[in-house]
C-alpha cells in the first residue's frame, strides 16, 4: 500500500510552502489549466447542459449498479474475456499477480491509473519479481524518481525539467552522457526511445479504465501520449484495473461524458486518443492481446452507495477541482497525504482509508466552493467534506480546544441576550485597546490570526448597543 | 437614489407587501458587522431606507450558526437557525451585508431541518425572503445608481459565498459605477479565494497565510487605493494582510461607500485627527 501521511498534513503543508521549486511548479497549474478549461467551457454554449446530462447518466449508472456490473460482466466474458472481483486492494493485487505468475511475466508495462497507485501495486509487483514500467511520461518519471503522482492527471506536476535531465542521466547509464538534454522534447524523445523497447519486452500490458461500458462489455482509456494503446495491444495479455463505479451503460453514454471529460481536465475538445477495448483479439483483428482480464476493484466503494458520499463515485477523475483549489495551489498534491489530493481527495480519500486518518483533509478547504462550480459532474465537494466534518464531530475526532470553544461559543450564539451583554462590554474594552492603532499586532488566543496578519479592531460599541441606544423600546424581538 | 418601481409590482414571497406599501426589511447585522464594524450595518439600513423599505433589526439574533454547521456541529447550527428564523419569518425581506451568511441563511437553513418536514418546510419559506445587501438593492429593488461620491480608484473583491452560492459579481460594479468621482480598476483573479474560510484561517494559518499573499498581490498590481468587498470576514482577512505588510491601501465594505458613509477610519486604520 501506498504510505499515508495524512495525518501529518500541517507539517507536509509547512514543508511545501518552503519547498521554492515546487512552489515555482505550482504557478503553473494556476495559470495553464484554468484558463484553458475556461476557453473550452466557453466555447460550448451547450457545456452546463452537458454536465447535467453527465451527472444524470452517472446517477442513473450508480442507482443500478449491481444491474450493470452484471451486464458488463457477462458481455466481457461473452467477448472471450475474464472478470475478476476484487473486495480489497488486497484482493486485486493478488488476482494480478496469480495472473502474472500464470504467464511467466518478467516485465509489465503499464497505462497510467489512480486504481494501480490505490492498491500500491508497483511496489507489490517489484516484490514478487515483476518488473513494472510506467510507459505515461508523467507517470515514468515518477517512477525514476521513486515518488508518487502528485495530480490525479499530471502526475509529475510537481518536478521541473532540471530533475527531470538528472533523472534521465541517472537512470538512463547506456546513453551518451555528453548527449543534450536541454529542451523537453529532447527528453521526450530520449523517453519515447527507451519505452519503445519495453513495450516489446513486456509480457503483460495494465491499464486502468476511464469507462467500463455494460452494453458492450467495453474498457475505454483516454489518453495523450498513445502509451496506453501500444500498452495493452502489443503484449500477450492485457489486465484492466478498475473501480465499480465506472460502469456507464452505453456507448453513447461514453460519448457524452467524453464531451466533459477532456474539456474539464485540459481545455481540449477531446484527448488525443480514445481507445476502446472488447475482449482479446478475434480472428479478423489485426493485432490485440491474446488474453484479455478485468479486474473489478470495490475498495470500500460499494459502502459509500446509498449514503451522504455517494455522489463521490460519479468522479470521472478530470482533476479540474484541484486546478482550481486554492489549498492545492498552495500545498501541491503530496502534503494531501495518499493517493487522491485536492477536493476530490479531500472528500474521496475518508471514504477509502477513513476519516480517523485522513481527518485534516476535508478540514483543510476554505469552502470557496470554485471546485463545485468547474466539477463536470456536478459533485457537491464542499457539502461532503462537511459531512465529513459532522462524522468527525459526532465520534469526538477534533481537537478536545476546538470542541470546547465552539461548544462556548454556540452556548452564547443560542441565547442573545446573554452574548449581547457579553459582547457589549468585550467589544467596548477592544475597542478602547486597539483605538490608538487601530489594530493589533498581537492578541491572545487568536495567534494564529496575528502570526501572519494584523486584527483590525472594533470601531467600538457594537451595532447592537449604538441601535438599542437610537432606538430605545420600540425593538421588537428584544428579550 | 434612484428606485424604479419594481418592488411595487412584485409580491413579496409571502404575499404581505401590498401594492405601493414600503416593504419591512429585518436587518441580519452579521455577527463580525455587529462586533467590528458597527458602520456597516448603519451603511446598509440607509441604503434600504433610502430605497423606500422600512428596516427593522430584531435584537434577538447572533450569528447565521455558520462556524457550528461549518464545524460539522448540525445540532447546534440548527438551534441557532431555529432562533433566526423565529426573529425574522414575519419580514417580507431579510437582508444581510454578507454573502457568506446570507448564503448560510438562504442556501443551507432547509437542510438542516431534514428530518422534519413542517420545520423544513418553514426554513423554506424563510429562506426565499433572505437576501445579499447588495443583491436586494439591485435585483429586488431594482436599484440602478445611488446617490454617493468617492474620489478615487477602487478595486473590487468578490467574496466566495457571495459569487458562488449568490450569484453576486455584476450588481456591486453596476452600483459601484453610479458612485460620483469613483473609478474601478479590477484586480487580476478577483473571484479568487482571499484565505478567510471562517475557522480555516486559524485552523490552517501557514496555508491561509500563502492564499492570502496571492490576494494581496493581485490587489497592489490593480494599483487602486481602496479595496472593497462585501464580507467582512474577506476584509478583515486582507486588511490585516495589506497593513501587516505595510501597505498604505485602504480597505472598506462595499456597502459604505454606496450609502456614502465614509468618514469612520477604513478597516484596521487609526481614527484621523
Not at chain 1, 501529518?8 to 521554492?20: G, H, I, V
Not at chain 1, 470546547?404 to 452574548?419: C, D, I, M, T, V
Request: with cysteine; proline share 5%; glycine share 8%.
Amino acid at each position: 500500500m501506498v504510505e499515508i501521511t495524512s495525518p501529518a498534513f500541517k507539517a507536509n503543508a509547512r514543508e511545501a510552502l518552503a519547498d521554492a521549486p515546487l512552489q515555482r511548479a505550482l504557478g503553473h497549474v494556476r495559470s495553464g489549466f484554468i484558463a484553458k478549461r475556461a476557453v473550452a467551457a466557453e466555447a460550448l454554449p451547450e457545456f452546463d447542459r452537458l454536465r447535467d446530462n453527465a451527472r444524470d447518466i452517472k446517477d442513473h449508472a450508480l442507482a443500478h449498479l449491481d444491474l450493470y456490473l452484471e451486464a458488463y460482466a457477462d458481455k466481457v466474458e461473452a467477448a472471450g474475456g475474464h472478470v475478476h472481483w476484487a473486495e480489497t486492494a488486497e484482493d486485486a493485487r493478488r488476482i494480478i499477480l496469480d495472473i502474472c505468475r500464470s504467464k511467466n511475466a518478467r516485465t509489465v508495462t503499464k497505462g497510467k491509473s489512480m486504481i494501480t497507485e490505490e492498491i500500491g501495486l508497483n511496489a507489490f509487483l517489484e516484490e514478487h519479481s515483476v518488473a513494472p514500467v510506467e510507459t505515461d511520461l508523467g507517470e515514468y518519471i515518477i517512477q525514476l524518481r521513486g515518488e508518487h503522482p502528485s495530480h490525479i492527471i499530471a502526475p509529475a506536476v510537481h518536478v521541473n525539467k532540471d530533475q527531470v535531465e538528472a533523472d534521465f542521466r541517472r537512470v538512463h547509464t547506456h546513453l551518451d552522457p555528453d548527449r543534450n538534454l536541454d529542451e523537453p522534447t529532447t527528453l521526450l524523445g530520449e523517453a519515447r526511445a527507451v519505452l519503445r523497447e519495453k513495450y516489446f519486452q513486456a509480457d503483460i500490458g495494465i491499464t486502468g479504465a476511464n469507462f467500463l461500458v455494460a452494453e458492450t462489455g467495453t474498457s475505454v482509456i483516454v489518453t495523450n501520449e498513445g502509451n496506453g494503446d501500444l500498452t495493452q495491444s502489443l503484449p500477450k495479455t492485457h489486465v484492466v484495473v478498475a473501480s465499480i463505479e465506472k460502469i456507464v451503460p452505453t456507448l453513447e453514454d461514453v460519448s457524452q461524458i467524453l464531451r466533459v471529460l477532456a474539456r474539464s481536465a485540459t481545455g481540449q475538445d477531446m484527448s488525443v486518443y480514445t481507445t476502446f477495448s472488447t475482449g482479446p483479439r478475434r480472428e479478423a483483428d489485426p493485432d490485440g492481446p491474446e488474453d484479455y482480464h478485468v479486474v473489478l476493484l470495490d475498495n470500500g466503494r460499494s459502502s459509500m452507495l446509498g449514503t451522504e458520499f455517494q455522489d463521490m463515485l460519479r468522479c470521472i477523475r478530470c482533476g479540474a477541482c484541484m486546478n482550481h483549489c486554492p489549498v492545492y495551489h498552495a500545498v501541491g498534491g503530496h502534503a494531501y497525504g495518499w493517493v487522491y489530493p485536492g477536493p476530490m481527495g479531500a472528500v474521496l480519500t475518508p471514504s477509502l482509508i477513513g476519516v480517523d486518518q485522513s481527518g485534516h483533509l476535508p478540514n483543510a478547504s476554505t469552502f470557496c466552493g470554485r471546485c463545485e462550480s468547474v466539477c463536470p459532474m456536478r459533485i457537491p465537494l464542499p457539502k461532503m467534506m462537511r459531512h465529513w466534518r459532522e462524522r468527525e464531530f459526532s465520534r469526538n475526532l477534533n481537537p478536545a480546544a476546538a470542541r470546547y470553544g465552539l461548544g462556548l461559543w454556540a452556548f452564547f450564539a443560542k441565547r442573545p441576550a446573554l452574548y449581547q451583554a457579553l459582547t457589549r462590554v468585550a467589544i467596548g474594552t477592544l475597542g478602547l485597546m486597539g483605538r490608538a492603532r487601530g489594530r493589533f499586532r498581537a492578541m491572545p488566543l487568536a495567534g494564529g490570526w496575528t502570526r501572519y496578519r494584523d486584527l483590525p479592531a472594533p470601531e467600538g460599541g457594537t451595532f447592537q448597543a449604538q441601535w438599542a441606544k437610537r432606538h430605545g423600546n420600540s425593538r421588537r424581538g428584544t428579550r | 437614489m434612484t428606485a424604479n418601481a419594481q418592488h411595487d409590482a412584485q409580491q413579496s414571497p409571502n404575499g404581505r407587501s401590498e401594492a405601493g406599501k414600503a416593504p419591512r426589511v429585518g436587518l441580519f447585522v452579521t455577527c463580525l458587522v455587529d462586533l467590528f464594524r458597527p458602520s456597516v450595518g448603519f451603511a446598509a439600513v440607509k441604503l434600504m431606507e433610502d430605497a423606500g423599505c422600512r428596516v427593522d433589526v430584531p435584537a434577538a439574533q447572533t450569528c447565521c450558526g455558520q462556524p457550528a454547521f461549518n464545524s460539522g456541529d448540525r445540532k447546534d447550527a440548527r438551534a441557532i437557525a431555529e432562533g433566526v428564523i423565529r426573529s425574522f419569518e414575519d419580514y417580507d425581506y431579510v437582508v444581510a451585508p454578507s454573502g457568506s451568511c446570507a448564503g448560510m441563511l438562504k442556501k443551507h437553513y432547509a437542510e438542516l431541518f431534514d428530518d422534519d418536514d413542517e420545520a423544513r418546510a418553514r426554513a423554506e419559506a424563510f429562506s426565499a425572503k433572505v437576501f445579499e445587501l447588495v443583491s436586494f438593492l439591485a435585483d429586488v429593488l431594482g436599484i440602478t445608481e445611488v446617490n454617493a461620491q468617492h474620489e478615487g480608484t477602487v478595486t473590487y473583491h468578490d467574496s466566495c459565498s457571495g459569487l458562488r452560492e449568490l450569484g453576486i459579481r455584476q450588481q456591486p460594479r453596476r452600483l459601484l459605477r453610479s458612485v460620483e468621482g469613483l473609478e474601478l480598476k479590477e484586480m487580476k483573479d478577483s473571484d479568487v479565494c482571499c484565505g478567510f474560510g471562517g475557522t480555516f484561517c486559524v485552523k490552517y494559518p501557514d496555508i491561509s497565510n500563502k492564499i492570502v499573499e496571492e490576494k494581496t498581490r493581485t490587489i497592489r498590481e490593480a494599483g487602486a487605493s481602496l479595496l472593497l468587498a462585501g464580507d467582512l470576514g474577506c476584509l478583515m482577512n486582507m486588511a490585516g494582510k495589506l497593513k501587516r505588510e505595510g501597505s498604505a491601501i485602504e480597505v472598506r465594505h462595499v456597502a459604505e461607500v454606496l450609502a456614502g458613509m465614509t468618514d469612520q477610519p477604513a478597516i484596521g486604520e487609526k481614527r484621523r485627527g
